[in-house]
Every structure is written in structure tokens, then in C-alpha cells.
């Protein structure tokens, strides 16, 4: 699961906005241990998530010794002071360096911006077909023995197997999401009723129209870039241009990163459903 770094924002010198980087200066509310450098990360400001840089260091080519966290956050123009926001680390894309002049320190952060904003572009999209089964089922492999080694007993019976994965693909419902050609995450996007919330030990929001999310994986080397996120946010633009009226997911109790994901999405929380191998909590979303 991903860690948030909480903390709050405070004025810093007024540089950044001068280099054409404006930072938000953060006093984390405990300590970060991070080495100096510049990170890719997630930033969440009242709520939004948003892509950003971090630079930890003591800016020694201004001649300054005092460590800062500061963080540009990309299309963000509001004054945040004394706000608190968090960030999450994605992944470090060098170490800090004392650059012979201004020009050579805002030529390098505008290369951090650009290669942090490629490592941090949502992956693309695609109907699954069978030639990404082999990519799919490697993806999922990692997915179980993540969860096998959280002891979360999900996903530790042998399902999702080739045959679901066959089933997702004859059916359409299987979406693959591709980051420079390379499949990083799969889910299936499933429209009609499903047996499974049929009963349920609670109440649904609204009737039957609606879809629901199964089989989400992500590529062990792709964790942490919010790409579940993204996958929930895009199978709800999927059903709105569709015009269905409601989102249901289920998820295990002890899922906690599939909890948490859920109720950051706006879900609501409906009751337990009994699916093939145990109960799970079920939520829903209406859309319309
Ligand atoms: C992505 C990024 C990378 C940075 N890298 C360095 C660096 O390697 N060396 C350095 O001295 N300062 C570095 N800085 C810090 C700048 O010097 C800093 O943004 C500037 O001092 C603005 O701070 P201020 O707004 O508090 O005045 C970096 C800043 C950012 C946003």
C-alpha cells in the first residue's frame, strides 16, 4: 500500500516562483527519512490527488544549508500556505546536486519535470486480447503472491485462472492498461447481473442497471502510480458514456489498500455479499 507524508505548507524564499517552478515548502508532520534528492510523487490537496516533484536537500547551489521539502505540483496555481497536504513517493530520479550557476539548477529541474511527468502519465488503454493473456496472467501471478504474503485470503484458491481471463476476453469485458507498450495492469469491466449481489446482507442504492469491477492487477514494477485509481476512474467514465446509472464493486475484508481505494472513489458501503469462496463487503456508486 502506498504511505502518505503528511505535513503542513510554509512560506520558503520565493525562488521557485523566479525559476518557474513554484514550490510548495512542506514541515512534514514527522520525520520523512528520505535521502536528498528529487522524487516523483503524488500529492493530495484537499482531498484531489495530483502528480508532482519533490526535491529534499539543503539547495547548496544557492548556498543555502537548511534541509527542505519542497514540492512543484504540475497544473497547480492556488497559494496553499498553512494548508496540510500529503505525498506519496512513486520513485527517486536522481541525487541532489550543487550546479555551477541558476541557469544550470532550473535546466535541470526542467528535465526532472519532464521525465517525471512521462514516468507519471496514466498508461493507456485496450480491449484485452488473447495475445496479452501471457502479460495478464504474470500480472495477476504477482498479484496473488502479494496478497499470499499480506495473508489476505483472497485470490489464494487457484481464481482468476486462464479460463476467466478466456472467458473476460471472449466476453469483452477485459481491459488492459498499457504503459510504452508494455501491459502494467488488467480488470475486467463487467455490464449486467452479477449472481453473486443478488443476495445481499444489507441494501444496494439503487435496482439492477449497473456495472461492477473484477479481477484488478497490477504489475509489480508499476505499484504505487495510482493505476487502481485510475482503472476505477475510468471504467466510471466507461459506464456514464454508456449511460448506466450505477458502479458495485466488492472487495475482501482485509483488503485493506481495495478498501481504502473504494472509499476515496466516493463508494458507499451496502452490506456483505457471499461470492464463490467467502463474504466480502459490497459497495456501490450510482452515477447518474
Ligand atoms: C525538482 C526540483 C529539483 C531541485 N534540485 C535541486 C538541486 O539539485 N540542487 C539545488 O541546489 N537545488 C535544487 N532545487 C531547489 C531549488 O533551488 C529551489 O526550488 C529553490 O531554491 C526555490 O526555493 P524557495 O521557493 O523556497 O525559494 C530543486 C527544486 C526542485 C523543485
Same mark, same amino acid.
Given at each position: 500500500?502506498?504511505?502518505?507524508?503528511?505535513?503542513?505548507?510554509? #512560506?520558503?524564499?520565493?525562488?521557485?516562483?523566479?525559476?518557474?517552478?513554484?514550490?510548495?515548502?512542506?514541515?512534514?508532520?514527522?520525520?520523512?527519512?528520505?535521502?536528498?534528492?528529487?522524487?516523483?510523487?503524488?500529492?493530495?490537496?484537499?482531498?484531489?490527488?495530483?502528480?508532482?516533484?519533490?526535491?529534499?536537500?539543503?539547495?547548496?547551489?544557492?548556498?543555502?544549508?537548511?534541509?527542505?521539502?519542497?514540492?512543484?505540483?504540475?497544473?497547480?496555481?492556488?497559494?496553499?500556505? #498553512?494548508?496540510?497536504?500529503?505525498?506519496?513517493?512513486?520513485?527517486?530520479?536522481?541525487?541532489?546536486?550543487?550546479?555551477?550557476?541558476?541557469? @544550470?539548477?532550473?535546466?535541470? *529541474?526542467?528535465?526532472?519535470?519532464?521525465?517525471?511527468?512521462?514516468?507519471?502519465?496514466?498508461? @493507456?488503454?485496450?480491449?484485452?486480447?488473447?495475445? #496479452?493473456?501471457?502479460?495478464?496472467?504474470?500480472?495477476?501471478?504477482?498479484? &496473488?503472491?502479494?496478497?499470499?504474503?499480506?495473508?489476505?485470503?483472497?485470490?489464494?484458491?487457484?481464481?482468476?485462472?486462464?479460463?476467466?481471463?478466456?472467458?473476460?476476453?471472449?466476453?469483452?469485458?477485459? #481491459?488492459?492498461?498499457?504503459?510504452?507498450?508494455?501491459?502494467?495492469?488488467?480488470?475486467? *469491466?463487467?455490464?449486467?447481473?452479477?449472481?453473486?449481489?443478488?443476495?445481499?446482507?444489507?441494501?444496494?442504492?439503487?435496482?439492477?442497471?449497473?456495472?461492477?469491477?473484477?479481477?484488478?492487477?497490477?504489475?509489480?514494477?508499476?505499484?504505487?502510480?495510482?493505476?487502481?485509481?485510475?482503472?476505477?476512474?475510468?471504467?466510471? &467514465?466507461?459506464?456514464?458514456?454508456?449511460?448506466?446509472?450505477?458502479?458495485?464493486?466488492?472487495?475482501?475484508?482485509?483488503?485493506?489498500?481495495?478498501?481504502?481505494?473504494?472509499?476515496?472513489?466516493?463508494?458507499?458501503?451496502?452490506?456483505?455479499?457471499?461470492?464463490?469462496?467467502?463474504?466480502?463487503?459490497?459497495?456501490?456508486?450510482?452515477?447518474?
Amino acid at each position: 500500500m502506498s504511505f502518505w507524508h503528511t505535513g503542513t505548507v510554509i #512560506h520558503g524564499y520565493g525562488n521557485g516562483q523566479k525559476f518557474g517552478f513554484p514550490t510548495a515548502n512542506l514541515l512534514p508532520d514527522s520525520p520523512v527519512g528520505l535521502e536528498k534528492g528529487v522524487y516523483a510523487v503524488r500529492v493530495r490537496v484537499d482531498g484531489k490527488c495530483h502528480k508532482g516533484m519533490l526535491y529534499v536537500g539543503t539547495r547548496p547551489t544557492l548556498k543555502l544549508d537548511t534541509l527542505t521539502f519542497e514540492i512543484h505540483i504540475f497544473n497547480f496555481r492556488r497559494k496553499i500556505y #498553512h494548508e496540510r497536504i500529503a505525498f506519496s513517493i512513486v520513485a527517486k530520479i536522481r541525487d541532489e546536486k550543487r550546479f555551477q550557476s541558476t541557469e @544550470e539548477l532550473v535546466r535541470a *529541474i526542467e528535465a526532472d519535470s519532464a521525465a517525471i511527468r512521462g514516468l507519471l502519465r496514466a498508461p @493507456e488503454h485496450a480491449l484485452a486480447k488473447t495475445s #496479452h493473456l501471457q502479460s495478464i496472467m504474470t500480472i495477476i501471478g504477482q498479484a &496473488k503472491a502479494r496478497m499470499g504474503a499480506q495473508h489476505i485470503d483472497q485470490w489464494q484458491d487457484g481464481y482468476p485462472n486462464e479460463e476467466s481471463i478466456i472467458t473476460d476476453i471472449n466476453k469483452k469485458q477485459g #481491459h488492459v492498461f498499457v504503459k510504452d507498450h508494455q501491459v502494467v495492469a488488467y480488470a475486467a *469491466i463487467v455490464h449486467g447481473k452479477d449472481p453473486y449481489y443478488e443476495n445481499i446482507d444489507g441494501q444496494w442504492l439503487t435496482n439492477d442497471n449497473y456495472i461492477t469491477v473484477h479481477r484488478i492487477a497490477i504489475h509489480n514494477d508499476f505499484l504505487h502510480r495510482g493505476y487502481a485509481d485510475h482503472i476505477i476512474r475510468y471504467a466510471e &467514465k466507461y459506464a456514464k458514456k454508456q449511460g448506466i446509472p450505477s458502479f458495485r464493486i466488492d472487495t475482501h475484508h482485509d483488503n485493506l489498500f481495495m478498501r481504502n481505494l473504494i472509499r476515496n472513489n466516493g463508494f458507499t458501503y451496502c452490506g456483505i455479499v457471499q461470492v464463490r469462496d467467502g463474504e466480502r463487503l459490497a459497495y456501490e456508486k450510482p452515477l447518474l
